[in-house]
């Protein structure tokens, strides 16, 4: 069974940095495309970042762009999103998510959530 | 980058069908994806391309998409399917190719 547990959330200042982590099990975790999607309260879901397979095709939306890097450990079966000049509006639950293996189009895992504040 | 609009809430009364759409410029040709998620809990996928069901949901729900619109039905409602629905893309063509509308609050009455 796929699991997927978000840590690393918390109360940060504006300006200051973050760093996520999704620690995955039950699956090949190497073989599969990983994303960060997150929610701020009460609101919808918004696609954050995407990191392909092995790592070499990245996106990022343009909402963090230049602010968050997204980056994973294969052996530590690990994904981790650092997250600096944070912003008020960056304050949500961020998911990690899975991509459907074989279609890459649609999010099939998910995470828990872990709550990020970001307020003075 | 592609935008997709969908009325903040759905009210269907138990045993009755309730339709869920998602407008977006062209999306038939697009595939559409659905959401379910229930207050506190993760999104879990509900349909794919369109109307296809994951193992474990149940044939009630049923999706469809042509022109300008894409619809998740989900028939003989019951109290367990309140909940936020959101519809989802990829948008291929963009550098932001995932893309999500802005959610819908089924009410069961």
């Known amino acids: 069974e796929v699991h997927l547990v978000e840590s690393g959330g918390g109360l940060v200042q504006p300006g200051g940095s973050l760093r996520l982590s999704c620690e995955a099990s039950?699956?090949?975790?190497?073989?599969?495309?990983m994303n960060w999607v997150r929610q701020a309260p009460g609101k919808g879901l918004e696609w954050v970042s995407y990191?392909?397979?092995?790592?070499?095709?990245?996106y990022y939306a343009d909402s963090v762009k230049g602010r968050f890097n997204i980056s994973r450990d294969d052996a530590k079966h690990s994904l981790f999103l650092q997250m600096n000049s944070l912003r008020a509006d960056d304050t949500a639950v961020y998911y990690c998510?899975?991509?459907?293996?074989?279609?890459?189009?649609?999010?099939?895992?998910w995470g828990q959530g872990a709550l990020v504040t970001v307020s003075s | 980058s592609y935008v997709l609009t969908q009325p903040p809430s759905v009210s269907v009364a138990p045993g009755k069908t309730a339709r869920i759409t998602c407008g977006g410029n062209?999306?038939?040709?697009?595939?559409v994806h659905w959401y379910r998620q229930k207050p506190g809990q993760a999104p879990v996928l509900v349909i794919y391309?369109?109307?296809d069901r994951p193992s474990g949901i149940p044939e009630r729900f049923s999706g469809s998409n042509s022109g300008n619109t894409a619809t998740l039905t989900i028939s003989r409602v019951e109290a367990g399917d309140e909940a936020d629905y959101y519809c989802?893309?990829?948008?291929?063509?963009?550098?932001?190719?995932?893309?999500f509308g802005g959610g819908t609050k089924l009410t069961v009455l």
């Open positions: 998510a899975t991509l459907v293996a074989g279609r890459g189009i649609d999010f099939d895992s």
């Open positions: 039950g699956f090949s975790f190497s073989s599969h495309e």
């Open positions: 990191i392909s397979s092995g790592g070499h095709t990245i």
């Open positions: 062209n999306v038939g040709s697009k595939s």
């Open positions: 391309y369109d109307s």
């Open positions: 989802q893309v990829w948008d291929g063509g963009s550098d932001h190719p995932w893309v």
